[in-house]
């Protein structure tokens, strides 16, 4: 409540590009540990099932390597650092595919949260966290009755899980007493098996739940308040670079006004190395001729298109051309134009009788 008040009220106000950005430079994004969780899992325990044959036939000539090995071997100090590095060499050439998806694993099911994200910001000694008052209100705020909360219902669920299946399987566990060990192990690796693929329709169930609301969070922790909003705006507002950009929209969208005017002119009026105006009169309801276009060079080209898609007539006219670019788009030509212009209406006019 405290901070509502400081900053300006309650924080009803969607957050800005502005506001996320600045979030997301200072690392503080939608990322929920679940997602990395369950992927790791249920990828992992998918690749193991492929892989395992595998492994076991590689630890299996490990093993038989070994064992042959025992009746020559010499236990030296540099025999025995021989026959470590041998072990370390295999075990990193059988365990490798598995390191090497945790890895990938681990990058893409970030990069598919948040996308690419690179910040020192997080990693910056922060010495408010060794405060003990602040860090005991961490341990105690909702945050972590949250993530507290969170733990538990996994833990139950896990747990349940196990319990389930394998009181399920009891029955059938009875009556292995009289078959063989291979029998036994195979039921123990479909029970173990089944107890795994629950285990990770579990944890991608929590870890949905947990995306959706951590992004809800994030989206609250990022809303503003009005004067925040304000205060932004006017920051905004001060920087040339953003004015810059405001100055080059509006100029853009009162060009793209200014080209829809052209096809309702009656004539355009053109210097022609790089100066056309388009006026527009109707008689009885104006006073006097509009500029309802102007401009030079490439704007003048587009000008002179626009017209001739529409079969208005192009007159030119250099010292009528120069003079009318000096006026205001929209206004009226003055009463010492009228005469050149209202030449040039007429000629426009019995050009159009001719071909009617």
């Known amino acids: 409540m405290a901070e509502e008040s400081s900053s300006g009220g309650e924080r009803s106000e969607a957050p800005s590009a502005k506001r996320r950005e600045d979030f997301r430079k200072k690392g503080q994004v939608a990322q929920s540990k679940e997602v990395q969780t369950a992927a790791l899992f249920t990828i992992v ?70 996308g690419w994200l690179f910040t020192a910001q997080p990693l910056l000694p922060d010495f408010n966290k060794l405060n003990p008052i602040s860090g005991a209100a961490r341990f105690f705020s909702k945050k972590s009755f949250v993530e507290l909360l969170k733990s538990l219902i ?95 929209i509006q100029q853009e969208m009162a060009r793209k006004r200014m080209m829809a005017e052209v096809p309702s002119a009656d004539v355009v009026v053109t210097n022609p190395t790089h100066i056309s105006v388009a006026l527009r009169y109707s008689s009885g309801e104006m006073d006097a001729p509009v500029i309802v276009a102007a401009g030079t060079n490439f704007i003048a080209m587009k000008i002179r298109e626009i017209a001739r898609e529409h079969d208005i007539p192009i007159v030119e006219n250099p010292p009528v051309a120069r003079l009318l670019h000096k006026l205001d788009i929209g206004s009226p030509i003055p009463e010492d134009m009228f005469r050149a212009v209202a030449e040039i209406l007429a000629h426009v006019y019995s050009l159009k009788n001719k071909n009617i």
């Open 45 to 114: 325990l998918i690749f193991w099932l492929f892989y395992m044959p595998i492994f076991w036939n590689g630890l299996t000539d490990l093993l038989k390597a070994l064992f042959q090995s025992i009746d020559t071997f010499d236990a030296t100090a540099s025999s025995t650092l021989v026959l470590a590095l041998f072990i370390i060499q295999k075990s990193m050439i059988l365990l490798a595919p598995l390191f090497f998806l945790v890895l990938i694993i681990g990058f893409f099911s970030t990069f598919f949260q948040i």
């Open 154 to 248: 996994k833990v139950a669920l896990v747990g349940w899980i196990g319990y389930s299946t394998v009181l399920d399987k009891f029955g059938e566990a009875l009556l292995l007493v009289d078959t063989s060990i291979g029998t036994t192990t195979a039921f123990l690796g479909k029970t173990a098996l089944l107890i795994l693929a629950k285990i990770c329709a579990i944890l991608l169930l929590i870890a949905f739940i947990d995306f959706l609301f951590v992004r809800w969070e994030m989206e609250q922790k990022m809303k503003m308040t009005k004067q925040e909003l304000k205060e932004e705006f006017k920051e905004m507002e001060g920087d040339p670079y953003i004015k810059a950009q405001i100055r080059s």
